[in-house]
């Protein structure tokens, strides 16, 4: 059973372009979500997604972030016009069902590099 | 707010010794689990070991142990036999059980360096 995957595991991007992070979760896991470490940073919270439903998106920011997870295929995070502050490494985790006793596997993580 | 705190930036430790590390958190709930997450130099996040706070009996994986002090909001981590391979950030992590419903999302410490030294 493969684990949670994450594509691509490096991109870099210059200020004012679009980021497009793929997650796959793994098979038979509904719940999908996304977290992003700052350097020197513990993970922080962004949003919580079952399938074509956003359940909680409190952690993301307003502007320029938006998440989706289709009924087919990989959940996407984007980014618009990308700021250097976004330069972080994006995390996703899947689960088979909600609730805390459900363990979160997490995928190997996308650093994105703005310039 | 639920937060959670670890206080040590860095830690070493000898190859062979045993080393603890530090996290407290703050909540509300009654009912909640707690994580301990390894993430080495490759980034991966590795659950390490997971304790249910209703229950007393503290978490043992192997060479990992926990030391769950409810009342007090404490939940350090103990690596006996302490292997190079060790070598990594420490993260505390919560979650509050909160049964078929929206939350999910898991609350983490800011880490702790762990260097296990030959």
């Known amino acids: 059973n493969a684990g949670v995957m994450q594509n691509p595991r490096h991109l870099v991007r210059r200020r004012g372009q679009e980021a497009r992070l793929r997650c796959s979760p793994m098979k038979g896991h509904s719940h999908v979500y996304w977290y992003r470490q700052l350097p020197e940073e513990g993970l922080k919270f962004m949003v919580y997604?079952?399938?074509?439903?956003?359940?909680?998106e409190s952690g993301m920011p307003k502007e320029r972030f938006s998440a989706e997870f289709p009924k087919e295929g990989p959940s996407i995070l984007r980014i618009q016009q990308v700021v250097r502050g976004d330069s972080a490494a994006y995390f996703c985790?899947?689960?088979?069902?909600?609730?805390?006793?459900?363990?979160?596997?997490f995928g190997p993580g996308t650093r994105l590099t703005v310039l | 707010a639920q937060t959670v705190t670890q206080s040590q930036p860095e830690m070493s430790v000898q190859e062979a010794e045993t080393v603890t590390l530090s996290c407290t958190y703050d909540?509300?709930?009654?009912?909640?689990?707690l994580f301990w997450y390894k993430q080495p130099p490759s980034r991966q996040m590795i659950l390490v070991i997971r304790?249910?706070?209703?229950?007393?009996q503290n978490a043992t994986e192997n060479r990992f142990s926990v030391n769950f002090q409810k009342a007090a909001k404490s939940f350090s981590l103990k690596i006996s036999d302490s292997q190079l391979g060790d070598t990594a950030m420490y993260f505390c992590?919560?979650?509050?059980?909160?049964?078929?419903?929206?939350?999910?999302?898991?609350?983490f410490g800011k880490g702790t360096k762990l260097s296990v030294k030959p």
């Open positions: 909540t509300s709930e009654s009912n909640y689990y």
């Open positions: 985790a899947s689960s088979p069902r909600s609730g805390g006793y459900n363990e979160q596997f």
């Open positions: 992590a919560f979650i509050p059980s909160n049964y078929g419903g929206s939350q999910g999302n898991l609350i």
């Open positions: 304790q249910e706070a209703y229950k007393q």
């Open positions: 997604l079952q399938k074509e439903n956003i359940i909680d």
